[in-house]
């Protein structure tokens, strides 16, 4: 019997701009279902960026971009994506 995969859990997802970022860590540190983590890779600058190491747990709520001081992440959750195609206000 094949086990069964389990469904997706993810609710959003995140879009980091890896070049603003100064990597000081605070949307690792302030996700509350810890599933960024900075990359092991720099940007131009010489900055760890932070990287979504376990999508499946993200649930799109944008605290870390509340957090970011830089405006380097965001993140939306995927009810909401159509809308922000369509050019929609959130
Ligand atoms: S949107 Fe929320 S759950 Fe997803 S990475 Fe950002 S803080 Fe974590
Ligand atoms: S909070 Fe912003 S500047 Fe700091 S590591 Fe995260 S994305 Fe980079």
Redesign the pocket.
């Known amino acids: 019997m094949n086990a069964v995969k389990p469904a997706n859990k993810a609710k959003?997802t995140?879009f980091v701009r890896e070049e603003t970022c100064k990597g000081c860590s605070y949307?690792v540190d302030f996700?509350?279902?810890h599933?960024?983590e900075l990359s092991p890779g720099f940007n131009a600058r010489g900055y760890h960026y932070p990287t979504?190491a376990r999508a499946d747990?993200?649930?799109?709520?944008?605290?870390?971009g509340l957090y970011c001081p830089d405006f380097a992440i965001f993140?939306v959750r995927f009810r909401d994506l159509e809308k922000l195609r369509k050019g929609r206000v959130l």
Do not use: K
Request: charged share 10%; proline share 6%.
């Open positions: 959003g995140v949307c996700c509350p279902t599933c960024l979504l747990d993200c649930t799109g709520c944008d605290l870390c993140a």
